[in-house]
């Protein structure tokens, strides 16, 4: 039930994500060299930067589910106050009315403390998909670093003149980011 969707929702989350990174990242790299930084430092400075706003994110959405579960569980009290009421009101007696309201509450109380269930639950799984988070990472350093060089060896081995590839690999450059952000 509850158990899967904070673990989606991290799926999700990462899914949407790593293709923003790779899109943003290339450029960003870029401009730290432009101003000093050497590759290797600017792609370790925008990992650790994605890592940070993934982090924050978490952090935000957990925040918020955990900071309102006092306010629906006094909405929950002052619901149950006027759904009893309002069943006496309609001529059921007081007994039926009690047990009716306190069978819904039982449920909902029930709904929210899966919730956060779930919501621990899928933060412990975060493990599971620790190691295709640092293969990410990995992957994302060693191409934001070596990306210049891998264009330049593959525009040396196209078998057209050097301005061509260039105009080649560009465009594919930029279909990719395109692709990227448009996922995103």
Do not use: H
Not at 70 to 88: P, V
């Amino acid at each position: 039930g509850g158990q899967g969707l904070p673990f989606a929702w991290l799926v999700a989350t990462v899914a949407m994500l790593v293709p923003s990174a790779i899109a943003g990242a290339g450029p960003l790299v870029t401009f730290f060299g432009r101003i000093g930084i050497p590759r290797g430092i600017g792609a370790i400075i925008v990992l650790v930067a994605i890592i940070l706003a993934v982090v924050a994110l978490m952090m935000l959405i957990i925040g918020g589910i955990t900071q309102q579960s006092d306010t629906l569980s006094g909405q929950l009290t002052d619901a149950k106050t006027e759904i009893q009421s309002g069943l006496e009101q309609l001529g059921i007696d007081t007994t039926t009315a009690q047990q009716t309201t306190e069978d819904g509450s039982n449920s909902v109380k029930q709904s929210v403390d899966g919730l956060l269930e779930g919501l621990a639950s899928g933060i412990s799984q975060i493990a599971s998909i620790a190691f295709f988070l640092a293969m990410t990472a990995l992957i994302l350093v060693f191409l934001l670093i070596d990306g210049p060089r891998i264009r330049r060896w593959v525009e040396g081995r196209m078998g057209v003149p050097k301005d061509v590839a260039r105009v080649v690999t560009q465009r594919m450059i930029q279909s990719l980011r395109g692709y990227f952000l448009g996922v995103t």
